[in-house]
């Protein structure tokens, strides 16, 4: 890809989380995963800590509460001014930075502990992104992910709106990849010890129904937003996309609008 390429195809990623309020859905809906991924990499006082795709801080501010000094980096810093109010609010203080999870502008080794929550996983060049965490963590320290799974119920809400999606660009891959436990490794390679991988459930109870929740993603989850974008001309096409995400919804209530969302938590120690 060309640099000019590679330039517009970081603009319209930003773009894209900007769009709808990301923030509400990591406080209303997956509130519970940043706080589950900083206790399984043990994150402490006086820790040097990145979280890589922050967003509005859904990980590094339980980071930051255990006396860790924090950076939350993100591609698109429109998210940071909610994540600012909610540090503000739980007493923390972090730092907020742009950053290309791609391309990061830290030292190598720099960190004692890089995570991300279904952060790091939307990168659309999965081994550069990889590489990168890798390289700012020092030997010994901590990386820890937390991915939607192919299989699980987000990865398969992008199999569901990928034929209406615009075509990603040439070697882009889907970001549900992450969460699968051979391409991690694969990623990962021998530059890690101690790795563990783990799927788990995310009980979700914030939606009454199927056309509840899919009503609250396309208008407040970015890559929903720009799906329905893109469509947004062919009233039949959204009309589609608006059935099959509702019904997709219905057949994962386990009664009274609850779900659980699969994802697969990942641990290890940098080589």
């Not at 809906?29 to 040097?48: D, F, N």
């Not at 990603?168 to 051979?182: F, I, R, S, V, Y």
């Not at 563990?196 to 993603?217: H, K, P, Q, S, W």
Request: glycine letters at 8%; one cysteine or more.
């Amino acid at each position: 890809m060309t640099e000019s390429g590679s330039a517009e195809l970081k603009r319209r990623h930003r773009a894209m989380w900007a769009l709808g309020d990301y923030p509400s859905v990591a406080s209303e809906v997956i509130s519970g995963l940043g706080r589950r991924l900083v206790e399984a990499c043990r994150i402490g006082a006086g820790q040097h800590v990145l979280d890589i795709a922050a967003g509005s801080g859904n990980a590094a501010i339980p980071a930051a509460e255990t006396g860790a000094e924090v950076v939350a980096s993100d591609l698109t810093p429109e998210l940071f001014e909610a994540g600012r109010r909610l540090a503000a609010e739980r007493g923390v203080e972090l730092r907020w930075q742009q950053a290309d999870a791609e391309a990061l502008p830290y030292a190598d080794a720099d960190f004692d502990a890089v995570i991300s929550c279904v952060g790091v996983m939307f990168a659309p060049f999965h081994q550069a992104a990889a590489d990168e965490m890798l390289r700012v963590t020092r030997p010994g320290g901590t990386i820890g992910l937390i991915n939607w799974t192919p299989t699980g119920f987000i990865g398969q809400m992008f199999a569901t709106m990928k034929p209406f999606a615009p075509p990603p660009p040439p070697g882009a891959q889907p970001p549900p990849l992450w969460g699968d436990e051979t391409h991690v490794r694969s990623l990962l390679g021998d530059r890690v010890t101690d790795l563990e991988l783990r799927r788990e459930n995310a009980v979700i109870d914030r939606f009454a129904d199927g056309t509840e929740f899919r009503d609250f993603f396309k208008s407040c989850y970015g890559p929903a937003v720009a799906v329905y974008k893109a469509i947004a001309a062919e009233p039949d096409r959204v009309a589609q996309l608006d059935r099959e995400l509702a019904e997709l919804a219905a057949r994962h209530d386990l009664g009274n609008g609850r779900m659980e969302w699969e994802y697969l938590l990942v641990t290890a120690r940098r080589s």
